[in-house]
């Protein structure tokens, strides 16, 4: 079964960790739709399973699969981490998982330095989901319902407004704040629990 890597920053791998995010929006890959997302419009798949977008007012179509794979594909999360001091001794093999995740605490062992979620590899991860949706809609569509999943369960009062305070904290520095109104693939998933977990 095809696993692919997903980068989860903050406090998102604890969240799921706890159960309080099952759900995770991300920028389309393709420049021109997120510069104008005014200018596309979302009609449908194609034969095999692309998502299709019109440009409009013409008649331009653009076909792309979810870089995330698709339902009941399994993805690895990628967060902060670091080595455990004595990594480089030869009794320690890197499939021990003796590793330090900075989600769980800001505080590193001293001699230890974090490294960045992209370079860590499947071994090191802890958290392995399984794709339950995937949808595409405008970030503004979001419902409160799904603003909880996404892990702003923290605010039962305002959930929209959490994850608003969230999306931004996260984009709006590159340009693709909330108030850009993108359009985000959508990804449901749950845990899959291993090592005899409860």
Known sequence: MKETGIIMSGSHPVDILQGRKTMTRRL????????????????GFDNSGRYSFRFKPGDRIVNIRCPYGQVGMRLWVRETWA????????????NTKEVFYKADSPIIA????WRSPRFMPLWASRILLEITEIRVERLQEITAEDAKAEGTAINYRAPLMEFRRLWDSLNAKRGYGWDKNNWVWVI???RIKQGGEL
């Open 110 to 113: 001293q001699g230890n330095k």
């Open 28 to 43: 389309w890959g393709l420049k021109e739709i997120n510069e104008f997302p005014d200018l596309w419009e979302w009609f």
């Open 188 to 190: 449901g998933f749950y």
């Open 83 to 94: 080595y455990p001091l004595d990594y480089n001794t030869p009794d320690l093999k890197p």
